[in-house]
Every structure is written in structure tokens, then in C-alpha cells.
């Protein structure tokens, strides 16, 4: 007997459940169908000449050596792209904001930058070729560093500064800060990130296609065809429908593919120019130098607590370098978004900037925005440390718990069903914790170092339709002619096992044997559009189309039968591929037979019922939907050597209806290693002329099957709003993975004190700094030196401040307000044109705003210069904006508070 | 990620190879298992003009008691050495240091030769050669030299060998049956090279140390054999040994480096430890008052 699945409202008979996944004997067998194994007849082969340097400006480049070799066919260069017209976009489907080239036009901005392309018979030819172009640099001082890039040159010459992006207030709040050292307990946590590679099994890759004069076919590794389609047409400007991606099989993608990036667009521009297929398969040395990596971010985060433990104020600092081209600015405002969200906070306030450098640009990465769990559970244990309180009753008093909800995080996101207090108390129930502290005090008097680690999250997933690029799912199910099912999903798998999970979803919904379904996925030909496999989505949204899909057509198959057999609809259950009569069962017939007549005898249907059994469903779900978790791991140290080995450790998640549970656990597995490799191993080093030092695996350490323990997994279940009650998980582990396993390092440690700042990766040298009180690792002679060089030149780091800044009223200065100004507010959706036309008497102020969105009136507050108003806006989100506006002469500048979201600039001019 | 053109010979006997290596006056690279060419072929970081692979030399292969010791042919997987009963029984710290080289995906095409040939600093079969005295026989068509192993390393993938002489065996001598295997290595996975290790033997004669072998690997620009430490030990009687001295000693001979896995201070410090570790745990000592 099937229990029934919250979510769902019915017994399971696939959801749930460990099914054998239906990728598995095709990838298994080695039948699986990857970009390299597409060949094409007259297919030519692509490779590239990069820049040996990390900027400089191109004086001239000599291709002739190049096409002199045989079965050289042609070399391009930006001058050659230039013919197609190709826009860089970003992620979220807007021009990249700052111009991206495809090949390097006149300068280079990061080594590896890719400078020529070279077509041949064969990547042997094609790289001998490459080698031979010869390229004549001016070389300038690159910006590689965050310092650097606060104090150096601007690495876009069309810029005066290196800041990408920027949220927050540059000046603390007077009352937070106050309600911070004013307070009994306050702890700071600074954790630097190094830059890391995304490593995808399989790398980036694609065979392009003109088929025609605008019909491109591009065969790429990716995360959605349909979203590459939707990019490739918007950068070209063709219409959509003339490009077919096709992408079966993918082999790891974790936000490296969510669209194409300067090598792809490259080649398939040069695809468009020559005609004939052409096929570039990066290979592992230029994916660990030149695809784009992820990380590279520096927090400081000081958090506030009263006397019983509980939080009263925090604010944070954060860097993130996005290198010189980076797939979109990510300036850290989805990690600021849910830094806090699951703690009961009063006040908080940031400042996150996004710095451009001369490295390579950065990318998504499965949970791009983890950098906010991490710094903050790391920062609780030290608190729970420095208070003398345990860390899981810490957590426990300021959990936003089930029952204090619906309310809003202190950044004013509505929480309605969050559950990471829950998880936790699950976690801990399942955890003798007791036990284990006696089992370490016993440890320590051995010399043995053990520590235990826990640390809670929540995480959003499943987004949909609070950003354009993030749309719901389209789910079309057909009963064929034979009675199997066939559904064309939106779905993408790079290892997700969607193909699997949709199958059984719709298999349970319809009533039929699980090897009766097929899903067809991977090719933007088949089923609607979806966005595929970007931010923990596809299960809940996906799941939650092909769920009522199948409840539809079963509908309907119900429907034809109690035509057929004259008998009430409501008796009828479809189970296992039989249509069954309650009370009836000689009655019963397959749903073959039904299938028959529903496609091959129109005369037997009822005269409503269309002939067919086919049905599709797009399904909008909640905009958010949010996933929680609590893990815990045990670790032992090695005093001798600081090695970590981790013990046990185990995940208590809730990601509302489990599909199936061995998919779940993969996805939870899989960020947990990545998360351990973040920890432990990984690193891109890069030297200060920003070469990328680590260019094989015996350099870059990821983590190996021996370095990943045995995982043990506790699910809540708790159902979410959206149809099956689904929740996403395929980014968690690699969010919680690394405070978990920091948590724990940090407690087997705390006989020799804390982690003063937490570098990863906690190689056995850094752990051993900590160990014997000693710099052995040279981290702290290295931070002392940056912030030697950082005092030194405040005078370069005051002159590439942005513009804008507000400056203080000066008296007297004769200013006239009323008017009309034309301003430009620098929002996170980007910059924001309006005219604003003012009228003041006496201390008031009124007048509109107006921009292409509307008109909008105001009335505030003139003192002196000084210009306050508030405004009330909708869209993108209920807030209200509190401009403070300082007039000088002719221009105007000053800040807008955005509610949640911080403060953005503005600037301006009289009309 | 593909080698630039390269012409590829594959002779069947020693003086054949001997001689392609002659005619090609510098410009060949000897092929044996792979695990380190063809990466650096592929990176285009190696660009020979020819590759002689001696994969097809029988004369090479194999494992064999000779000259009151064990000769080892260099083109012997080292899968098969890993799994041979001679080198268990004479030899077994070399059977305990080659479960550390690489994986078994790459034990089963790597060789012995070609990994002592290279002359990875950090990797286990030079150091082992060195600790353990072995000489390294190589020929040319000029004749052929027998070279002590501690001799045979100038630096990183530097050693002594001419660019027309070929390894044709590794000959470890006999140490007496029932001497004490030294090994201990600190890597950061399973089957990467060391950031540091020790390898070795000694001999105990009558409640005395009377032969010691040792030598570091992960230590230095080439296998660091552990002289001061070694000197120290012979004669000393076991009950007199002080094992965080002696690792001191055999620390002062080496000249480890900063790299992005470790520092040189690292490497000395917890060399030191392992050192100690190693010599108490192997000898049964305590840790001196």
C-alpha cells in the first residue's frame, strides 16, 4: 500500500520512489550523445590563438604563416567577424554592459583572450596554425587583483573606474552602527574566496551549421537549447525560428553553459561567414586557463547579538571580482538578498561591488550566491563560540521558525513557508550530539582533533516570472495510438535525470508503467520553450506542468471511456496502463484499446471529446519557492599535518515532495563534493601578470572520490505551493557544503583558537597557521601586504570612485532647483532614464518624475540645496524610493534608498 | 590540446632504439608508459621531432634476481611490479611505495623506468631508487654506464642521462631479510605526488642500526637522500635512538620550495614530524622524555 504524498493529495506509485534511471543504460554503454561525438559531413575543425598576456593593446597581427599551412582553410580575426552583425548579451538576455567582443578587436583584457580563429581539416592542423599567427602587443600593468582593481587603471577604457556594479549604502547607517558596538556581543567574519573553475565533466563545445541563407543548426553543450536559441537570435538579430539547437546529452554544466560565451559565438559567426559545419571542442588546458570561472569575493560580515544570544544588528562589506568580461555583473545582491532571510534580524545594512579586472570574466556557478550562507553560518559558530553558547541553540533563537510565519525577512522578502529551524531540529534528533561531544573531550586528551560542523540555509529556487529569463514550463503529453506515452518536455538534463523524474511523475499522474513513458527533451524543436536547468527549477516547475498534463489527459481518457462504457466519469480509475470500472471489472479495458479509438474511430467519440489523446500544460508557478536545510559533519584533524578527513555527515533538507529519492541525493551529493573541493582543494591561482598558474589536474585539485564521504539524508517533505508541492535542490549542497564542513574544521580546532580570516581553501597549511600560532602558509604575510599596499594609495583609490557621490551641501552657493533635470539612476536592472521637473516654496517642494514607464508626482522637503522626496512604486517590486537629491549649479546628484534592495546612485543635469 | 607533428618510431630491440636515438642527435623523446609524455605532448609543452616508443622491447620488461639483488626492467608496468613476488619478498618497500604512484588506471600503463627516468621530484620511484641504493644501468650506441642512483638527479626532470642513452634496468641491491621498511607520505588526495615524503631502510643488527638507506621525496629540486640522518643512525643502538633529533638532521639536508600546494615551511615542518613518526612507529621506539 502506497502512502499518500502531501503534495499530490494521492497514493504514490512512481513519486517517491528509487527507479532505475532511464539515462542510465544509453550514458552507461557509452551511447550517450555529446558535442563531440556529432560529425558532419564537410565538417572543418576550429581553434583559437589567445592572448599570451593579460592586456595590452593589439598592434598588428600576421596571419599569413597560418594559412600557408596545409589544410589551413581560413583564419578569422575581429575584423572578419565583424561582417556578421553579433551582439554580446547577458544571462538575462540584455546587451552585456559593457562591449564584449566575440575575437579581441583592438585590445586584450585577460590571458587567453581568445584573437584569431583558425578553420582546418583537423584540430591538429588547426592548432599547429594558431601557433604560427603572430600577434604584436603593447603590453600595459594588467589589473588582476580586488586591490588592484580599487586603485589601478580602469580596465574598460570607456569607464573611469573598475566598478561593475554596485548596491548598498557607502556610508553606514549612524543608528545601525551604533546599534552594532553598542551591543554585548559583536562578532566580525572576513572569508576570502578564491577564484575557482567550473571543471564540467564534459567542456564547453559546438559544431555550427548554416543550413541555409538564415538557417543556423548548432549542435552545443549547454543548459537549455531553448534558451541558447533565444540568445544566439537575439546576438544575431535573426529571427528565432530559423535556429535549431540541439543538445541530448550533457556532461556537467553548473552555470558555466548557461549561454554561449566569446569562443562559441566565435565559431558560429565563422560557421555563418564559411559555409561549411565547423566543429570546436575546448579542450581541458583551455578550460582550466580561459572558460569562465566562478568566486573570487571577499566579505567582511559583523553581526550584533544581545545578552540571550539573539541577533540585533549586522552589516556587511563585499567584493566580488567579475574579471573583464563577465557572463553577467554579478555584484552580489542575491546573496545580500538572502543573507539574512531565514534569521530573525532587526536591522541590517551593506555595501557589495562587482569589480572588473583583467582576468577572465566570470560565470554562474551552482549557487552563485552561496558566499552569504557561508559567511554567515561561519560567523554564527564563532559567535556561538565567543558567547559560550552552543551553536545549535543559537540558531535555534533566531530561526524565522513555520510558526512565525507568513512574515518578512529584515530586507522585506515575505517568507510564508520556510523551514530550516524545522530541518535543524530533524537533524539534530537523528544526531546524538551529546554523545559526540563526550566522544571528542576523550579525543582531545588522546591529541586526536574532532569537530563537529552544523549550519542551516534556506535557498530560493524555481523562479519564475520575477525575471524575464526565468518563465515557466511547458509539459506536452500524448497517449500514442499503442497505448505508451510519449511527453516532449521543456526540460534540459546535464545530468539531472529529468528524463527520468518527468516520466515518473507522469507515469504516477496517469496511471501507467513507468517503462511506458518516454520524455524527449534536449532540442529546442521539440516542446515549448523553458529556460532548462538554471537555478534549482526543473522539478518544481517541470514536475508541477507534467503533473497536471497527466491529470488532464487522464481526464479526458476518463471521459472517452465512460462514453464508451456507459458509465459515470468518476468511476473510472486508469492504473497501470488498464482503464478500470468501479464495481466492474470485466468492464476494464487497456488504454491501448482506448488509445485506438480515441486516434483511429472519431465515429465512437462523444461530440465534445477531439479526436487524439494529447494534451500540454504551461505551468506558472509561484515566483519563488524556497528550499531549506540543516546538515551536520564530523571531522578529525590532524595535528601533525593539518589533513582534514571528514567522518560523517549528514543532510536533513526539505525540498517539499521528493520525485525520487537516489535523484535527490545526487543533486545533494554532487554540491556537497563541490562544496568539499571548495573547502579543502580548489583554487585558481593566478601570478600578478593574471596568468592562470594551474593549467592541468595535477594543479587544480578537485575533489576525488576518496575525498567524499559517505552521505546520509533525512527529507522533510514539507509541501511547497506549487502543484505537487515540489521544492528545487540541484544547487543546496553546494551552498550549506562548505559552512558545514568550515563549521566543523573551526570546532575541531578551537582548543588553538579561531580562524582569524577564513581563506579557502584550509589547506594543511593554513590549518597548521592556526595550529601552531605561525604564519606557515604565508597567508597572513600576503594580507598584510595587500593592506600595506591598499594604505599606500588612497589617493588612486579616492580617484576612481565613481562619479555621483553626494556632495556635502555647501552654503551660500547660489542654486537654483526649479526646473526640469534630466537624471540617470544606476538601478540593479540597470540605468534608469527620467526628467524630473521640480517647483519649491519656501521649505516644501512637488513636482513629477517622468520617464518612459509614466509620470510620477512628488512632494517633499528643501533645505538649502538638499531636495527629499518619497515615492511609492509597484513594479518591479512594492517598495518605496527615498530620493535625497543635492543641487549644485547645473548639475545634481545624490542617492536613492531602494527599500530592500539598498541605495543606487543618481546623477544628473538642468535641461 | 593535440601534439604538434611528430614522426614515430617503434623499434623491437635496445640496440635498434640505441641507435634511433643516436641518429636523432637530441631531437627524440623516448616513449615508455605515457603518463607524463603525452600530457606534455598534448600541451604542446614537449614538441619532439621523433618519439621512439619502446614499448615493444622485450629485453626491457620483466623483474629478476641478478647480481646478488633485483633488476628491474624499466618498461615493467608498474601494476606488475605492484603485484610481483620477488620485489615482494625482497623488496617491499618498494612495493609499499609503488601503491602510492598514481592510480591503478595509471599503474597499469605507467612503468617503473619511466617514472625513474623522469625524475619528478615529488614522486616515489627516484627517491625509493635513491634510498635504496640502486644503480641505474643506460646504454647508447657509445657503450653502456651503470650510474648511482644519488648520483643520477641533477634537478626537477633533470638527470644525468644523455639525450641518446636509454634506461635498460634498474638494479636495486639485496637488503638482508627481515630489515625495517621506512615509508610515509603527505598528499593532499590519493595518488597525488607528495608534498612531502620518506622512503627507506634499515637494518637492525644484535639491537643496533647497521645499514641505513633514506631518502625525501617533495623536498627539493631532485630525491633528497637523508645523509645526516643516515649517518647518525648506524651504530646507534635502538634504545639510544632519539627519533625527533635524527628527523632534525635529516631536514637540514633537504632544500624544499613554495608552491600553490605548499610552502617550503610547511614541507620541513611536517617533514620533520613524519620523519619522526616513521622511525619511531618502524623501529617500535618511544618518544624520547
Excluded at chain 1, 349 to 372: C, H, I, S, V
Excluded at chain 2, 53 to 79: E, F, S, W
Amino acid at each position: 500500500m502506497n502512502a499518500e504524498v502531501p503534495g499530490i493529495g494521492a497514493a504514490a506509485r512512481y513519486i517517491g520512489k528509487r527507479v532505475l534511471r532511464k539515462e542510465d543504460p544509453r550514458l552507461l554503454t557509452g551511447r550517450g550523445q555529446f558535442v563531440d561525438d556529432i560529425s558532419l559531413p564537410g565538417m572543418l575543425h576550429c581553434a583559437f590563438a589567445r592572448s599570451p598576456i593579460a592586456r595590452g593593446r593589439i598592434v598588428s597581427i600576421d596571419s599569413t604563416a597560418a594559412r600557408d599551412v596545409p589544410g589551413v582553410h581560413a583564419v578569422y580575426t575581429a575584423e572578419d567577424l565583424a561582417k556578421v552583425s553579433f551582439t554580446m548579451h547577458t544571462f538575462f538576455m540584455v546587451p552585456t554592459s559593457v562591449k564584449t567582443p566575440t575575437l579581441a578587436e583592438d585590445h586584450v583584457a585577460y590571458v587567453g583572450e581568445p584573437v584569431a580563429l583558425v578553420i582546418a581539416d583537423s584540430r591538429y592542423i588547426a592548432e599547429d596554425a594558431a601557433s604560427l599567427i603572430e600577434v604584436d602587443y603593447e603590453e600595459e600593468d594588467p589589473v588582476v587583483t580586488l586591490a588592484d582593481a580599487k586603485s589601478g587603471q580602469p580596465v574598460h577604457p570607456e569607464l573611469e573606474h573598475n566598478i561593475a556594479g554596485q548596491m548598498g549604502d557607502e556610508d553606514i547607517d549612524e543608528d545601525l552602527e551604533a546599534a552594532i558596538e553598542g551591543a554585548p556581543h559583536r562578532v566580525t567574519q572576513r572569508v576570502i574566496h578564491p577564484r575557482i573553475s567550473q571543471s564540467p565533466m564534459e567542456t564547453r563545445g559546438v559544431v555550427a551549421t548554416r543550413d541555409g541563407p538564415e538557417e543556423l543548426t548548432l549542435y552545443i553543450t549547454c543548459q537549455s537549447p531553448h534558451t541558447i536559441a533565444r540568445w544566439v537570435s537575439l546576438a544575431l538579430g535573426l529571427p528565432q525560428t530559423a535556429i535549431r539547437v540541439i543538445a541530448k546529452d550533457v556532461g556537467g554544466a553548473f552555470g558555466l553553459k548557461n549561454h554561449p560565451w566569446k569562443e562559441e559565438s566565435s565559431v558560429i559567426i565563422a560557421a555563418m561567414l564559411f559555409g561549411r559545419p565547423l566543429k570546436w571542442i575546448e579542450d581541458r588546458y583551455e578550460n582550466l586557463t580561459t572558460a569562465n570561472p566562478a568566486r573570487e569575493q571577499d566579505i567582511t560580515l559583523r553581526i550584533a547579538f544581545d545578552n540571550d544570544g539573539k541577533l540585533v544588528a549586522s552589516h556587511s562589506e563585499y567584493d566580488l571580482n567579475n574579471g573583464a568580461y563577465p557572463q553577467a555583473v554579478d555584484d552580489g545582491m542575491a546573496a545580500q538578498m538572502f543573507l539574512w532571510s531565514a534569521y530573525k534580524l532587526p536591522a541590517y545594512g551593506f555595501l557589495t561591488r562587482a569589480w572588473y579586472t583583467n582576468t577572465t570574466g566570470l560565470a554562474a556557478y551552482r549557487g552563485p550566491w552561496a558566499m552569504e550562507t557561508l559567511v554567515r553560518e561561519t560567523a554564527l559558530d564563532k559567535a556561538a563560540r565567543a558567547i559560550g553558547i552552543d551553536p545549535v541553540e543559537l540558531r535555534r533563537r533566531n530561526l524565522v521558525k513555520l510558526s512565525d510565519q507568513p512574515t518578512a525577512s529584515v530586507l522585506g522578502l515575505p517568507l510564508e513557508d520556510i523551514t530550516p529551524a524545522e530541518c535543524l531540529e530533524k537533524l539534530v534528533e537523528n544526531f546524538d550530539i551529546a554523545a559526540f561531544r563526550k566522544e571528542q573531550a576523550e579525543a582531545r586528551e588522546q591529541g586526536r582533533y574532532l569537530g563537529l560542523g552544523v549550519a542551516t540555509y534556506i535557498e530560493p529556487t524555481a523562479s519564475a516570472g520575477s525575471m524575464g529569463v526565468m518563465t515557466g514550463e511547458l509539459a506536452q503529453v500524448r497517449i500514442e495510438p499503442t497505448g505508451k506515452v510519449t511527453a516532449t518536455m521543456s526540460t534540459h538534463s546535464q545530468g539531472h535525470g529529468t528524463a527520468t523524474t518527468m516520466a515518473q511523475v507522469i507515469a504516477d499522474r496517469l496511471g501507467v508503467p513507468y517503462e511506458d513513458v518516454t520524455v524527449f527533451e534536449g532540442d529546442n524543436s521539440r516542446g515549448g520553450f523553458g529556460p532548462g536547468a538554471a537555478g534549482s527549477r526543473q522539478g518544481v516547475i517541470a514536475g508541477g506542468a507534467a503533473i497536471k498534463a497527466s491529470e488532464m489527459l487522464a481526464d479526458k481518457v476518463k471521459a472517452l471511456a465512460a462514453h464508451l462504457l456507459n458509465a459515470n466519469p468518476e468511476n473510472i480509475t486508469i492504473d497501470e496502463g488498464m482503464v478500470h470500472v468501479e464495481g466492474a471489472e470485466e468492464m476494464s479495458r487497456s488504454l491501448s484499446e482506448i488509445a485506438g479509438i480515441a486516434y483511429g474511430e472519431p465515429d465512437r467519440l462523444p461530440q465534445d471529446l477531439g479526436t487524439g489523446l494529447e494534451v500540454q500544460y504551461r505551468y506558472q508557478p509561484p515566483p519563488m519557492t524556497f528550499t531549506s536545510a540543516a546538515h551536520a559533519c564530523v571531522v578529525e584533524v590532524d595535528a601533525e599535518t593539518g589533513f582534514v578527513k571528514i567522518l560523517r555527515w549528514i543532510s536533513s533538507e526539505d525540498c517539499g515532495t521528493v520525485i525520487n529519492p537516489a535523484v535527490v541525493e545526487g543533486q545533494i551529493s554532487g554540491g556537497l563534493a563541490q562544496g568539499i573541493g571548495m573547502v579543502l582543494l580548489e583554487e585558481m591561482p593566478i601570478d600578478d601578470r593574471g596568468n592562470t598558474t594551474a593549467a592541468t589536474y595535477k594543479d587544480y585539485l578537485l575533489p576525488a572520490i576518496s575525498d567524499i564521504p559517505d552521505f546520509e539524508f533525512l527529507h522533510a517533505n514539507t509541501p511547497s505551493k506549487s502543484i505537487g508541492g515540489m521544492r528545487g535542490v540541484g544547487e543546496g549542497g553546494a551552498i550549506i557544503g562548505p559552512p558545514t564542513l568550515v563549521n566543523a574544521i573551526a570546532d575541531a580546532l578551537s582548543p588553538f583558537g579561531e580562524i582569524d580570516i577564513l581563506e579557502l581553501p584550509l589547506t594543511p597549511s593554513r590549518i597548521l597557521d592556526l595550529i601552531e600560532g605561525r604564519d606557515i602558509s604565508g597567508s597572513a604575510a600576503r594580507h598584510q601586504a595587500q593592506a600595506g599596499a591598499q594604505l599606500e594609495a588612497p589617493a588612486a583609490a579616492e580617484a576612481a570612485a565613481p562619479a555621483g557621490q553626494a556632495a556635502a551641501p555647501s552654503s551660500g552657493a547660489e542654486t537654483r532647483i526649479d526646473g526640469d533635470w534630466k537624471m540617470v539612476m544606476k538601478t540593479p536592472m540597470g540605468d534608469q532614464e527620467m526628467t524630473g521637473h521640480f517647483e519649491t516654496d519656501g521649505g516644501t517642494v512637488s513636482g513629477y518624475l517622468a520617464s518612459p514607464e509614466g509620470d510620477q508626482n512628488f512632494t517633499g522637503t528643501v533645505d538649502g540645496n538638499v531636495v527629499k522626496f518619497d515615492l511609492k512604486v509597484d513594479k518591479p517590486m512594492k517598495i518605496t524610493l527615498k530620493y535625497n537629491l543635492t543641487f549644485e549649479g547645473d548639475s545634481v546628484s545624490g542617492k536613492v534608498k531602494l527599500g530592500m534592495m539598498g541605495s543606487a546612485k543618481l546623477s544628473g543635469e538642468r535641461l | 590540446m593535440k601534439p604538434a607533428p611528430f614522426d614515430y618510431v617503434a623499434p623491437t630491440t635496445i640496440s635498434e632504439a640505441c641507435q634511433v636515438l643516436a641518429d636523432a642527435g637530441g631531437g627524440a623523446t623516448v616513449l615508455a608508459g605515457g603518463q607524463t609524455l603525452m600530457p606534455l605532448l598534448n600541451l604542446r609543452m614537449s614538441q619532439p621531432f621523433i618519439v621512439v616508443d619502446i614499448n615493444r622491447i622485450p629485453d626491457l620488461k620483466g623483474i629478476a634476481r641478478a647480481d646478488g639483488g633485483t633488476r628491474v626492467g624499466p618498461m615493467t608496468r608498474q601494476a606488475d611490479a605492484l603485484a610481483d613476488e620477488t620485489l615482494a619478498k625482497h623488496l617491499p618497500v618498494m612495493v609499499r611505495a609503488l601503491s602510492h604512484v598514481g592510480h591503478h588506471q595509471t599503474r597499469n600503463r605507467g612503468t617503473v623506468g619511466g617514472s625513474v627516468a623522469l625524475g619528478e621530484p615529488a614522486a616515489e620511484m627516484p627517491a625509493t631508487a635513491v634510498a635504496l641504493g640502486a644503480t641505474i644501468e643506460v646504454q647508447s650506441t657509445r657503450g653502456t654506464r651503470k650510474i648511482p642512483a644519488d648520483e643520477f638527479y641533477l634537478g626537477p626532470y633533470m638527470t644525468t642521462l644523455e639525450p641518446d642513452e636509454l634506461v635498460t634496468a634498474i638494479h636495486y641491491p639485496d637488503w638482508p631479510a627481515g630489515h625495517v621498511m621506512l615509508f610515509r607520505e603527505v598528499a593532499q588526495r590519493p595518488g597525488d605526488f607528495a608534498l612531502v615524503g620518506v622512503v627507506g631502510a634499515l637494518v637492525v643488527d644484535g639491537g643496533s642500526v647497521s645499514r641505513a638507506g633514506i631518502a625525501w621525496f617533495g623536498m627539493g629540486p631532485t630525491p633528497i637522500k637523508a645523509r645526516q640522518a643516515e649517518q647518525a643512525l648506524v651504530g646507534q643502538s635502538l634504545s639510544g635512538i632519539d627519533a625527533q633529533a635524527i628527523a632534525e638532521l635529516a631536514v637540514a639536508d633537504t632544500a624544499p620550495f613554495d608552491d600553490h600546494h605548499a610552502t617550503a615551511e610547511y614541507r620541513r615542518t611536517v617533514g620533520k614530524r613524519i620523519f619522526a613518526r616513521t622511525l619511531r612507529e618502524a623501529l617500535q621506539i618511544k618518544e624520547a622524555a
